[in-house]
């Protein structure tokens, strides 16, 4: 009998995989996803099977079906070879992921042939909400796929992770997933920084449940970095590298310790290593990048003019920050980074052209929207010399309402632009009206009166800061 469509996409949608997970490819590079999963399924050999599975569906994003059933049965053999007594407990997301791309081939037969295998493989249990609380490996698997696809998904990664973890607390893998997704979102929340970490003791356990874990021993000593407690870190790089010299993931985030570290002919050097095994690494490319300008502006400490080894250093930086967005068209730092190198190269056309990509990117966080900002108004003051602009890109990183260091770096400079401006006898009406925005935003309301009415007094016919200053004394 034929077997139809639509009796099949309600048994689809129950299940547990890539496919009903809301992965969204408009989220992320898919060449450069791919190749960090081929990367990972290379170099890192504890979670091949969930790579097979990632890769799958992505190559199915890029409209390779073929490849994306050869990945799966890549997959099964990985589950036949590590866990022969548990095949279908194993298999029930590869089987999911066969069972909707053979629908996607409109080969209904045997997409309804992997539906049963997963209803089969699941036996008594009914629901997929029921599977999941029962095989927690599912959870972990989604919770790594999240992890992927970038930081959009890293608070859901964290939840999946944290269910794994109610059946199986002690799992090192699950462990592992979750001081992962903990630290991204330490990472990008861009927060002020604070003294406790939320990241810290997921990492330690991590490290303890498994001392081999060299990749999650890194990002503990980056973070111990973080906490000021630098020996410590070093301790845990240095374990990581005499435990696997050549891992690229550990040698990536060994660079990015000794370049935090002000060791910068340190950090080149490992990352020239680790480049030498994974060439097409964006994450290296940026961390090069960094690198050298670093190594730039401790070069013009020292001279008033372009020296050849500063030209050299600026165009290497340029260089490696503009692979990493060629590579990664989604990758944010790299191009603020690259438009802040353009300029000092007094390239200033391409410097704009940067500017403008960056805040095109679709997938820009409010951290990401005030570090764009806060960037741009240097970039208007210190290089394009004009206040006014800086000014106006400023506030508008200030509007954004969400507490970050991007945001209050952008408060500081407006502070010290618009009191300069004033104590120079420069300040026009809209400069104290700004101030009184500023500082009404942190909550000085005194001030911010004291500003609104000299706004007011310099433009007595103006209704915005009329407005402005009785919404503050009536709040008051």
Known sequence: STISKNSLKSSLLQLECHFTWTLLKQDVDLDELEETTDSQIEFLTQSTITSYNLLAYVCYLKKSNEEALRNLRSAEEEVQKHHPDEIARRSLVTWGNYAWIYYHMERYEEAQIYIRKVENGCGELSSAAQQKTQFPEIYAEEGWALIKFGKKYYERARDCFENALKNEPNNPEFNAGYAIAMYRLEETSQRPYTQVSLSFQP??????????????????????????????????????????PDLPYVLRYAAKFYRRNKEVDKALEVLKKALAVTPKSTFLHHQLGLCYRMKFFHLRKFTRYLSQEQAEVLRLSIFHFKTAIEKKTKFFAAHTDLAGMYAEAKMYREAEEMFQKAFQINILSNSDKQQFYLSYGNFQLFHMKSESEAIRHYIEGVKIEEDSLPRSKCIVSLQKLLKKRIEGGLGDAADFATLGLVHSLNDEKDKAIECYEKAITLRPDSEEYLSALCELRLSI
């Open 203 to 244: 990492l330690e356990r991590a490290v303890e449940l498994n001392p081999e874990d060299t990749f999650i021993m890194a990002l503990l000593a980056l973070k111990l970095q973080d906490l000021k407690r630098v020996n410590e870190g070093e301790m845990y790089i240095e374990r990581a590298l005499s435990k696997t």
